[in-house]
């Protein structure tokens, strides 16, 4: 080392003389600021709680309340998924598909009509809700499916005109194009692609909603199962876009065809949405 060259002092072994002075300063200011904080605490205690008595009570009451919740919590969990199941697969059984706009209320009536196989309450439901959304769900598809507006706007009208027959083949068409881009193949032939489904389903592992969800894309289902099958009154694809069923023609098919088509179409936007977080 250069004979020029100062080292640099011992910093921690200086002396301070001012430390002394400066919590001198210091305390009575700290004092004040910790005064100031307790009376606007207690003040705040005595507004709101009734003083501290009360404001003891209620803390205990709260976390009292907080470790209940946290008991139930795997209760609620079961509950949660047994509904999830009862929703998204039963309702297959009837032929419609679950909106991911009802509220929680809804849905937890609407698994609990599907337990008690109740069929006419089911539809009647079903038919309500999808009613009140006809116009969102026709907005959101002309948006989110340019390229299919022409058609959907001509499929919806006639639906609002009760040309039921011309609008149900149209939009189960539709959710046949809306399902490619989904998974990669048509709804009514995925059946014989089932590992795209099952892939698509594992890629949402952890979000157990939105897994749930994608599952109702894995059974058969009253709709697309084989027409030499389908139970008689039901809404089957195959036995309407092969003429077998020439008694389609109502408000209630072609709601479902809806149900269907709206399905498909958040279900994709969830993968965009998806896509697009990656990207970024």
């Known amino acids: 080392m250069s004979e020029h060259t100062e080292m640099p002092p011992n910093i921690g072994n200086l002396p301070h003389p001012l430390d002394k002075a400066i919590l001198q300063d210091l305390g009575p200011l700290i004092q004040a600021s910790v005064s100031k904080i307790s009376d606007v605490l207690s003040k705040f205690i005595e507004d709101n709680f009734g003083g501290p008595e009360q404001f003891r009570k209620t803390l205990l009451k709260v976390t009292q309340n907080a470790a209940l919740f946290i008991e139930a ?74 390229k299919r507006t022409p058609i959907l706007t001509k499929a919806f009208k006639a639906h609002r005109e009760q040309h039921y027959a011309l609008a149900i083949p149209v ?52 709709m697309r199962m084989p027409s030499s099958k389908k139970k008689d009154g039901s809404f089957n694809r195959h036995a309407i876009i092969h003429g077998v069923d020439v008694d389609y023609d109502n408000e209630l098919n072609s709601l479902k065809a809806v149900s269907l088509l709206n399905f498909m179409s958040r279900m994709n936007d969830s993968k965009r949405e998806r896509q697009l977080s990656k990207t970024h």
Not at 104 to 118: N, P, Q, R
């Open 73 to 146: 919590l795997p209760a609620m969990e079961k509950r949660l998924k047994a509904a999830e199941k009862s929703v998204f697969e039963g309702l297959l059984d009837y032929s419609w598909f679950f909106d991911p706009e009802m509220d929680t209320e809804a849905f937890f009536a609407l698994a609990a009509l599907i337990d008690g196989k109740e069929e006419g309450a089911i539809n009647q439901t079903m038919i309500e809700h999808f009613r009140g959304r006809l116009d969102a769900i026709e907005s959101d598809l002309c948006a989110k499916q340019e």
């Open 171 to 222: 939009l189960l068409a539709q959710a046949d194009g809306v399902s490619r881009d989904l998974i990669g193949v048509e709804y009514f032939v995925a059946l014989k692609y089932r590992d795209r489904v099952e892939a698509l389903v594992q890629e949402v592992a952890g979000d157990f909603f939105l897994e749930a969800a994608l599952r109702a894309l894995l059974p058969v289902g009253a």
